[in-house]
């Protein structure tokens, strides 16, 4: 495991800058670069923790902070948060951050991999749907896009869905795969039994499900790795 270094920076978004947390190897080395987006719950620790375990995988590892400083640990307060998030903005930051990531001297290959959980899915298939810039894609049980917007994906997509999720019916996953395969985007999808909503978030004792947490960190980290050369 590589030893990491973090910061929190700021980028520039069109006409403003986005916080973020940068997390990066600490040696001199080239690695490619991950944007990693949010739950409705803000920049918390957590996320902040997933990079830092990304980056001693290798990878150079930016997290904006979409909320601007707003973060929640109560559910009726994120969802007002994640309700008063205007997306099209948040699309715009993250295609900026994938920008500051392959403008970096250390980060090759010069496009960037997105990973985004439950709000942050969402954004990360919206985000693959208008940047040009992502070689790799991962959403963890985010909403599936329309079907137009899924016929301007470029990137390669890893979905990554729990059955149990009672927010995402498997009919949608099951549409959202059609869409990709018509569309020719390069894909895989996998829906773990016995998993709900929020599976990955080890903060989260009601919702983690360690074993489909295991099994799909292996499938994201590969496929960042397959994708992102």
Request: charged share 25%; glycine share 8%.
């Amino acid at each position: 495991m590589a030893e990491v270094r973090e910061r929190m920076i700021e980028f520039r978004s069109n006409s403003h800058t986005t916080p973020a947390y940068l997390t990066e190897p600490t040696d001199v080395g080239e690695h490619p670069g991950v944007v990693i987006i949010q739950e409705w719950w803000g920049l918390v620790p957590h996320i902040k923790d997933v990079a830092e375990r990304l980056a001693r995988e290798g990878f150079i590892v930016l997290a904006p902070d979409l909320y601007h400083g707003k973060a929640s640990t109560e559910p009726d307060e994120a969802r007002k948060l994640a309700m008063g998030l205007d997306r099209d903005r948040a699309v715009a930051e993250i295609d900026a951050a994938a920008r500051f990531l392959t403008e970096m001297g250390r980060v090759r290959p010069k496009r960037a991999g997105t990973v985004g959980w439950c709000m942050g899915g969402g954004l990360a298939l919206s985000t693959a749907a208008s940047s040009k810039l992502l070689g790799a894609t991962v959403s963890f049980y985010g909403r599936p896009v329309s079907e137009e917007d899924t016929a301007r994906i470029a990137s390669p997509v890893l979905g990554l869905y729990g059955e149990e999720d009672h927010g995402i019916a498997l009919s949608a996953l099951r549409d959202f795969e059609a869409a990709l395969q018509k569309a020719r985007v390069v894909h895989e999808m996998h829906v773990y039994p016995r998993a709900g909503h929020a599976f990955f978030n080890d903060t989260r004792p009601e919702a983690y499900n360690p074993s489909a947490a295991a099994d799909a960190r292996k499938r994201m980290l590969s496929w960042l790795r397959a994708n992102l050369v």
